[in-house]
Nanobody, 115 residues
Framework: QVQLVESGGGLVQAGRSLRLSCTTS????????MHWYRQAPGKQRELVAT???????NYTDSVKGRFTISRDNIENTVYLQMNSLKLEDTAVYYC?????????WGQGTQVTVVS
């Protein structure tokens, strides 16, 4: 059974940091491209960051220089280090595992940034 379990969300003041984790099971983790998406209230889900099996990374413009995606192929976990958080980063953050036509999603973790 495939599971993606996100953790690390919470309420944080603007300018502070959070680190999200997504621990996977049931997949051959090193093969998968891993993504972090987010969905704010009333908005579409957007792709935030990507890390490939070769550990190449990509970020949406709004988080470049503030967020860092990384992966641990031993722990089967992907991370999202979020620094200098802004109010507009408030959203539910979802982990996604992608390989060819296969997509798996986590249940999401809420990140709320307050002033």
């Amino acid at each position: 059974q495939v599971q993606l379990v996100e953790s690390g969300g919470g309420l944080v003041q603007a300018g502070r940091s959070l680190r999200l984790s997504c621990t996977t099971s049931g997949i051959i983790f090193p093969l998968y491209t891993m993504h972090w998406y987010r969905q704010a209230p009333g908005k579409q889900r957007e792709l935030v960051a990507t890390i490939t099996s070769a550990k190449r990374t990509n970020y949406t413009d709004s988080v470049k220089g503030r967020f860092t995606i990384s992966r641990d192929n031993i722990e089967n976990t992907v991370y999202l280090q979020m620094n200098s958080l802004k109010l507009e980063d408030t959203a539910v953050y979802y982990c996604n595992a992608h390989y060819t036509w296969i997509n798996y999603w986590g249940q999401g973790t809420q990140v709320t940034v307050v002033s």
